[in-house]
């Protein structure tokens, strides 16, 4: 039930949200399950990927303790910090961004997506 009612919400919010994709964090959580093979968000814990708690604000390619590509310790010698714009560049098109970058994802072909995965990484930053 709780899921029928949720993607029911989901499907109402890119309705209703386009052109302006508000943010749904909840909608969030369902597409993190992408990224959980890789990532934690909810603790600062590194696995195949780096801890994705507080990456709102951080320089690429910085978290302690995890062996970045060269390239994404590159990208953040050159200022790329994480915000709205970075990570939706980002996640929609990683190689394209990061040329170089050694994570194995494709990118999220849908925006709404991206806006409300954003969304859910914010509550776990500052
Ligand atoms: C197959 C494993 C894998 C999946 C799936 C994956 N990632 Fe990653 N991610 C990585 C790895 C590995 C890195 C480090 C990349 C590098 O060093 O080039 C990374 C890096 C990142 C970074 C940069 C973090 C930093 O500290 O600079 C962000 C942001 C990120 N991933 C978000 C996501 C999101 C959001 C998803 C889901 C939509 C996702 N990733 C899916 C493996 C993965």
Same mark, same amino acid.
């Given at each position: 039930?709780?899921?029928?009612?949720? +993607?029911?919400? &989901?499907? #109402?919010?890119?309705?209703?949200?386009?052109?302006?994709?508000?943010? /749904?964090?909840?909608?969030?959580? %369902?597409?993190?399950?992408?990224?959980?093979?890789?990532?934690?968000?909810?603790?600062?814990?590194?696995?195949?990927?780096?801890?994705?708690?507080?990456?709102?604000?951080?320089?690429?390619?910085?978290?302690?303790? +995890?062996?970045? &590509?060269? #390239?994404?310790?590159?990208?953040?010698?050159?200022?790329?910090?994480? /915000?709205?714009?970075?990570?939706? %560049?980002?996640?929609?098109?990683?190689?394209?961004?990061?040329?170089?970058?050694?994570?194995?994802?494709?990118?999220?072909?849908?925006?709404?997506?991206?806006?409300?995965?954003?969304?859910?990484?914010?509550?776990?930053?500052?």
């Amino acid at each position: 039930m709780r899921a029928i009612a949720l +993607f029911i919400a &989901s499907s #109402a919010t890119i309705f209703l949200a386009s052109p302006s994709r508000a943010q /749904d964090a909840a909608a969030g959580e %369902k597409v993190f399950t992408k990224c959980k093979v890789c990532h934690i968000a909810d603790q600062d814990q590194n696995k195949v990927g780096p801890s994705l708690h507080g990456v709102i604000g951080r320089t690429a390619g910085t978290h302690p303790g +995890f062996t970045y &590509s060269m #390239a994404m310790t590159e990208a953040g010698k050159s200022g790329i910090k994480w /915000d709205e714009p970075t990570l939706t %560049k980002y996640l929609q098109d990683p190689r394209g961004m990061v040329k170089g970058t050694k994570m194995a994802f494709p990118g999220l072909k849908n925006d709404q997506d991206v806006a409300n995965v954003i969304a859910y990484l914010k509550q776990f930053s500052k």
